[in-house]
């Protein structure tokens, strides 16, 4: 199989505060991993792709600064939503893709729900 | 990556098949179709892909017209747990730029008993 984890599944915080969320590929090695966001009744929105260390590329009107992205290791990808305020609450999920493979794989998601 | 068109919604009875289109007409020679559906609340889980021939699963069969512009995924007997969201995605491979996943606002499928 080919299983992502996301944690914590779901968190509360309050404004002003940065969150950690953790993206881990279980069972495989991710030279690629994925973020989305996803509002209500939305559709999934890309904000940034990353690739083992290396800087991650974030999408047009996403700002890096505040959606800080590590992929350390092959199997471990990280958001950091920092200064949280509450128009960032959302779900977010990522996604991690082989190597040299085409399919991704998506984990559970994160709800954030900001205060 | 190309742009598809899905229908908003569909409807299905239980243990019928269910066909779901996607048109891709802007598609290139080098670029997949995915399938994808996200059950409410969760993320998205893989279904099938293909690139020019059809394909099959245990989940589902992808039909891939001939000049690529349009595909169709077939449940075969679906069922209530079915009912979801279903995101037709075109991209390149895992070597290009383009190998990320845009989705669209995809096909709600109902299932109906």
């Known amino acids: 199989g080919a299983v992502v984890s996301q944690h914590p599944s779901r968190v509360i915080c309050k404004s002003g505060t940065s969150v950690k969320i953790e993206c881990r590929s279980l069972d495989f090695q991710a030279t690629t991993m994925f973020w989305y966001r996803q509002f209500p009744k939305q559709s999934l929105m890309l904000m940034a792709t990353?690739?083992?260390?290396?800087?991650?590329?974030?999408e047009q009107g996403v700002e890096k600064d505040k959606f800080l992205i590590n992929h350390a290791s092959l199997t471990l990808s990280t958001l950091t939503v920092t200064s949280a305020h509450p128009e960032d609450s959302s779900f977010y999920i990522c996604?991690?893709?082989?190597?040299?493979?085409?399919?991704?794989?998506f984990g559970p998601g994160t709800r954030l729900l900001v205060l | 990556d190309a742009k598809t068109t899905q229908p908003t919604s569909m409807d299905c009875a239980e243990g019928r098949a269910a066909n779901l289109p996607c048109n891709h007409s802007t598609i290139s020679g080098n670029e997949y179709v995915y399938w994808y559906r996200q059950i409410h609340s969760q993320g998205p889980q893989y279904i099938i892909h293909?690139?020019?021939n059809n394909e099959t699963n245990e989940m589902a069969s992808l039909i891939i017209t001939e000049d690529r512009k349009s595909s169709t995924l077939i449940l075969p007997h679906a069922t209530l747990r079915d009912t979801a969201v279903y995101y037709c995605i075109v991209r390149g491979g895992f070597n290009t730029n383009a190998g990320k996943s845009t989705f669209g606002d995809g096909t709600t499928l109902t299932v109906k008993p």
């Open positions: 293909g690139l020019k």
């Open positions: 990353s690739n083992e260390g290396s800087k991650a590329t974030y």
């Open positions: 996604s991690a893709r082989k190597r040299y493979q085409e399919t991704q794989y």
